[in-house]
């Protein structure tokens, strides 16, 4: 049975397999439905609205405007200065899952809780990282199983490989009560003629009650 994570399932991952108590501060609990103010006290993250507002806490989040669906879009980033690895390794520096550097954003519903979260990898990260965007796809679905998922490939004519490889690929996987939906991309695309270089994964945690 699988708890409705998101955070708590993508930072374990971040722990490059390893449980919480054997990287302490490296797992987060947040998860769909969650009541958000449950981490007002917590130091590990900082909060910014939609238009880039940092909030002091995220028991302000209603300063945030909320979005054409009614929910309040609040980003959330890790807290470097509390994390006791960051100065040792850069693997354990910035926002990370699965050592790959990401945005995270939360949409939180009139009730109060987390609607909805989504990731996706930074696109203005290092082009070393950038080049391997494309694995924490894979790293997700074998965190929710690897079976069961319903995935669509897309290949358009303005795509063309990178190094033999084309992946445009949307998948969805249900649970009891929420879902996860992965979209992963790897190709060229052509505009104007020049190639354009796209290698990334996004993902999200959406409650379906």
Not at 12 to 22: F, K, N, R, Y
Not at 31 to 60: H, N, W
Not at 92 to 100: C, D, N, P, Q, S
Not at 162 to 175: A, P, T, W
């Amino acid at each position: 049975m699988f708890k409705k994570t998101l955070l708590g399932m993508t930072f374990l991952l971040a722990t490059q397999g390893a449980t919480a108590s054997e990287q302490p501060g490296q797992v987060r609990d947040m998860y769909v439905g969650m009541p958000i103010v449950e981490l007002a006290d917590s130091k590990g993250y900082f909060f910014r609205c939609a238009d880039g507002t940092q909030l002091e806490t995220i028991k302000s989040y209603q300063n945030c405007k909320a979005d054409e669906d009614g929910f309040v879009q609040v980003n959330v980033t890790y807290n470097d200065k509390v994390s006791e690895w960051g100065d040792v390794n850069d693997k354990w520096f910035g926002t990370k899952l699965a050592g790959h550097p990401v945005l995270i954003n939360s949409f939180i519903n009139i009730k109060g809780e987390i609607e909805r979260i989504d990731v996706k990898t930074d696109p203005s990260s290092r082009m070393y990282m950038k080049k391997k965007s494309f694995l924490l796809g894979k790293r997700i679905k074998n965190q929710f199983g690897e079976k069961h998922w319903m995935c669509t490939e897309r290949k358009r004519q303005s795509e063309v490989e990178v190094g033999g490889m084309l992946i445009d690929e949307l998948c969805r996987k249900d649970f009891h009560g929420f879902s996860v939906v992965t979209h992963v991309e790897l190709f060229y695309k052509l505009v104007d003629g020049e190639k354009h270089y796209t290698n990334s994964t996004k993902f999200s945690i959406l409650s379906t009650s």
